[in-house]
């Protein structure tokens, strides 16, 4: 398993936002599925370790979060609800600034770049500034730079929030390839329809884990929306 | 290695945006110039200044309140960089420098250090600017300032780093930058003397003594002059380490202080 999670409890002063969570992620595409106010958020931000939990403990690609952060972030790539690309930069420029938070510059992080800008397509547009892309292409370039110090684990929090539907399933659609090709994905998303039936499917739901098993089997014959609608006790 | 390539980035990154953001450098400068040509010019027959290390002679007004505006640039950037750190997490890009896999008070310093360079390089144009416009400086001032620009430009940059860590909205940096800046500079030895303000208001004077921006202002006051003031370094340097400290245990992934951003 890349991500092992066990007895993971977290409040903001009196409110509960993570009841006792435990969960495992082998390799290939998980969602994480929850309401707004779920506890996504709050559980993204431990397995990045912005904030740390008093009981529980977190395993990334082997490496104990609590005991060994550096060895864990550096096996994990994160790509954040909130854009976090510097606008006023190069698309090479944020790739660069990116790689050497990593450690890697010079001729490596020259060739990285290169690879990434050209498996975006954006090799032409690479010394444009980061704001002249539209918010898909963001996506998909905070989604390569993600990836070039070659993570074990790629966490992402809700990444199609505010995309047309277009750019939406083209991103899900790149992040599913990705999977495919032996990246452990880990997908928080409020959306059922980004959930394909041989995902992995984790349903977060007033900080408790109320399902764990492929999506296929989580749904049992039903469409995904009625059985997450039925398990979260959400109007349909 | 990665350390130093992260370094590297940050200092990067910083003069990158410095440079693209021409408002910023010309707002930098007008401020302390406005103080020099006109508010020293209209203070000058006001204040009537003695004889007091490190100035060997009478001074001009305009010679006594440049080491304060030197002062006023660095605290200006230190708050102004930590005001760029509020609006960096709200962002998100502060969220990319802290998932890096460094030791988080070696990006906050990395961070602090780039905001630091900025504010050198301002100061040494003003001193420029300033040395044409008639103040006499020693060159030898020029090199022996460097070393307490950077402490100053530090200790204040902490300062900024600690109250980012402690607001958790944009509006809120605005009332403190009132509370903060305001009472920091007047409140110092940076447009007159404390011997000037003891005569006014003794309990004043002390208060001038104990902030530590006047400490600095003092050490920067001493070092145009390449001489060493050790009990304003001292206390600069005093002020740096706890500021630093206070800010550390503020970014603590502990504390969870991005929690609440989450």
Redesign the interface.
């Known amino acids: 398993m890349t991500i092992a999670v066990t007895g993971l409890s977290f409040r903001y002063g009196a409110k509960l936002a993570l009841d006792q969570v435990s969960f495992s992620v082998a390799p290939g595409f998980t969602a994480l599925l929850g309401p707004n106010g779920a506890g996504k958020s709050t559980l993204f931000g431990l397995l990045t370790r912005l904030f740390t939990a008093p009981s529980g403990i977190i395993v990334m690609a082997g490496h104990d979060l609590a005991r060994a952060p550096r060895a864990a972030l550096a096996r994990m790539g994160v790509v954040f609800q909130q854009p976090t690309i510097d606008l006023d930069l190069t698309v090479r420029r944020n790739l660069v600034y990116f790689a050497a938070l990593h450690g890697i510059a010079g001729r490596e992080a020259d060739l990285r770049i290169q690879a990434t800008l050209e498996r975006l397509g954006m090799a032409e547009r690479a010394n444009e500034p980061a704001r002249a892309l539209n918010g898909g292409h963001r996506r998909r370039m905070e989604i390569a730079r993600a990836l070039i110090h070659r993570p074990a684990v790629l966490l992402l929090d809700e990444p199609t929030v505010g995309l047309d539907a277009a750019s939406r399933a083209a991103i899900v659609d790149h992040v599913h390839d990705l999977a495919a090709e032996g990246l452990t994905v880990l997908w928080a998303t409020h959306l059922t329809d980004e959930v394909r039936p041989d995902d992995g499917l984790l349903i977060l739901h007033k900080g408790r884990i109320l399902a764990d098993d492929t999506a296929r089997a989580i749904a049992a014959g039903r469409p995904l929306t009625e059985t997450f609608l039925a398990l979260t006790g959400a109007p349909a | 290695?990665?350390?130093l390539?992260?370094l590297?980035?940050?200092l990067?990154?910083e003069a990158?945006?410095f440079v693209?953001?021409k408002g910023r450098l010309v707002a930098a400068m007008v401020r302390p110039l406005v103080w020099l040509f006109i508010f020293a010019a209209g203070f000058r027959a006001a204040l009537g200044l003695s004889i007091t290390p490190p100035y060997q002679t009478y001074i001009t007004y305009e010679t006594y309140i440049v080491p304060g505006l030197l002062g006023m640039i660095c605290l200006f950037n230190g708050m102004q960089s930590s005001l760029s750190l509020v609006y960096d997490r709200?962002?998100?890009?502060m969220?990319?420098?802290?998932?890096?896999?460094?030791?988080r008070w070696w990006l906050l310093f990395s961070k602090l250090l780039a905001g630091t360079v900025v504010s050198l390089l301002q100061c040494m144009a003003f001193l420029g600017i300033a040395a044409l416009w008639g103040v006499r400086v020693p060159p030898l001032g020029f090199l022996t300032i460097v070393p307490a620009l950077l402490l100053s430009g530090l200790m204040l940059g902490a300062l900024g780093l600690l109250l980012s860590s402690l607001i958790q909205q944009l509006e809120n940096f605005a009332g403190v930058m009132n509370f903060v800046i305001f009472p920091m500079f007047f409140l110092s030895s940076a447009l007159y003397p404390l011997w000037k303000m003891a005569e006014a208001s003794p309990a004043l004077a002390t208060a001038c003594a104990l902030n530590p921006f006047t400490q600095a202002v003092e050490m920067i006051r001493f070092a145009l002059y390449a001489q060493a003031n050790l009990p304003a370094l001292g206390w600069t340097l005093l002020a740096t380490v706890i500021f630093g400290a206070a800010a550390l245990w503020g970014y603590d992934?502990?504390?969870?202080?991005?929690?609440a951003?989450?």
């Open positions: 290695m990665t350390a390539i992260a590297r980035a940050i990067h990154r990158l945006r693209g953001q709200e962002m998100g890009s969220r990319l420098l802290l998932t890096s896999p460094l030791p992934p502990v504390r969870g202080q991005m929690k951003k989450a």
